[in-house]
C-alpha cells in the first residue's frame, strides 16, 4: 500500500497546549497536504508543502517535511475546543495519478 | 460558486439493490475523486476521472462497482448488487487541473447503508 501512516492515531490534549501530529509515507512524492475532517463531514484542505519545501506556516499551523526520513510533522499551536477533529495527511506521489490519504490522527481537546 | 455537491446525503438500500451515487464538481472543475471510508478509519482511493475519461481507477472493486464522469452532468459511482459489507461513507472531491499543487475540495459525502 502507498498510504500515509499518522502518529498517533489519537490525541487528547488540553485548550491551549501544541499539538504535533505526524506522517510518514513510502515513495517519493511531489507535494504532502494536510486535511481536516469534522466527524461526518467532507475534509477541508489545510496546507499544502512541496517536496522542495522544509517547513511551512499558516495561521496557528505548522508544517515540516523530511524527504529523508518520508516523513511530515503538523503542528497546531494554542489549540482551542474548535480544532477537536480528525486530521490526515495526503500524498501525490512521483509515479501516480491519485492522491492517497493517511489513517488519521484524532484530535480532541479537553476544554 | 456552490462547493463540491453530494446526493443522496443518506442511502439506503437492501442486499441485491442497486446504490448510485452522484458529485456534482465545483463549477470549473474538472477532475473528481471518489473515496471510501470506514469509521473511525482514513480515506480510501477509488477512482479519478476526468470528463468522459477514468484516469486510474486502481481503487475499484473489479466487479459490481463502476464510475463515470460525463461530458455532461455529475459523477456517478454506481454499485450493483449491494453487501451489507458495501456500507460506508462515500466522499467525491474535485480539482481544477491535474498540476500536482493542486488541492481537493470535497463534498459532504453519501452515507449508504445496507440493511
Known amino acids: 500500500s502507498q498510504q500515509g501512516e499518522e502518529d498517533p492515531q489519537a490525541l487528547s490534549i488540553q485548550e491551549g497546549e501544541n499539538a504535533t501530529m505526524n506522517c510518514s509515507y513510502k515513495?517519493?512524492?511531489?507535494?504532502l497536504q494536510w486535511y481536516r475532517q469534522n466527524s461526518g463531514r467532507g475534509l477541508v484542505h489545510l496546507i499544502l508543502?512541496?517536496?522542495?519545501?522544509r517547513e511551512k506556516h499558516s495561521g496557528r499551523l505548522r508544517v515540516t517535511l523530511d524527504t529523508s526520513k518520508k516523513s511530515s510533522s503538523l503542528l497546531i499551536t494554542a489549540s482551542r475546543a474548535a480544532d477537536t477533529a480528525s486530521y490526515f495527511c495526503?500524498?501525490?506521489?512521483?509515479?501516480?495519478?491519485?492522491?492517497?490519504f493517511g489513517s488519521g490522527t484524532r484530535l480532541s481537546i479537553r476544554p | 460558486n456552490a462547493g463540491v455537491m453530494q446526493n443522496p446525503r443518506h442511502l439506503v438500500r437492501r442486499r441485491g439493490q442497486e446504490a448510485r451515487l452522484r458529485c456534482s464538481p465545483m463549477?470549473?472543475?474538472?477532475?473528481v475523486y471518489w473515496y471510501r471510508q470506514l469509521p473511525e478509519e482514513g480515506l480510501k482511493f477509488m477512482v479519478y476521472?476526468?470528463?468522459?475519461?477514468?484516469?486510474?481507477e486502481s481503487g475499484m472493486p473489479k466487479e459490481r462497482f463502476s464510475a463515470e464522469f460525463p461530458k455532461e452532468g455529475p459523477s456517478i459511482l454506481r454499485i450493483q448488487q449491494v453487501v451489507r459489507g458495501d456500507s460506508a461513507a462515500y466522499f467525491c472531491?474535485?480539482?481544477?487541473?491535474?498540476?500536482?499543487?493542486?488541492?481537493?475540495?470535497f463534498g459532504s459525502g453519501t452515507q449508504l447503508s445496507v440493511l
Open positions: 495526503a500524498t501525490v506521489y512521483s509515479s501516480a495519478s491519485k492522491i492517497i
Open positions: 508543502i512541496r517536496s522542495n519545501e
Open positions: 463549477k470549473g472543475h474538472s477532475h
Open positions: 472531491a474535485s480539482s481544477p487541473s491535474t498540476g500536482w499543487d493542486e488541492k481537493l475540495f
Open positions: 476521472l476526468q470528463k468522459e475519461n477514468i484516469i486510474d
Open positions: 515513495t517519493s512524492i511531489n507535494n
